[in-house]
């Protein structure tokens, strides 16, 4: 069962009129803020795991260089 283009138009009509316009703004504008804190949190997660496995890589080099 596939939904066409006046099924979806019409589910977006009923909801608008159960939500409203103010309700509908408000609750996209808390979506986006959660999908960019995501995304902050997401990529602040993958700049500090490879900035500590440089420095794991970094201090394993230098002692297999520094004989003393």
């Known amino acids: 069962m596939s939904f066409g283009i006046t099924e979806l138009v019409i589910?977006?009509?009923i909801v608008l009129l159960l939500f409203g316009t103010t309700k509908l703004k408000s609750l996209g504008n808390d979506l986006g803020s959660a999908i960019k804190g995501f995304r902050t949190a997401v990529s602040d997660e993958k700049?500090?795991?490879?900035d500590g496995d440089e420095s794991?890589?970094?201090?394993?080099?230098q002692e297999t260089k520094d004989p003393g």
């Open 11 to 13: 589910i977006l009509v």
């Open 47 to 50: 700049t500090a795991g490879t």
């Open 56 to 61: 794991a890589e970094l201090a394993e080099t």
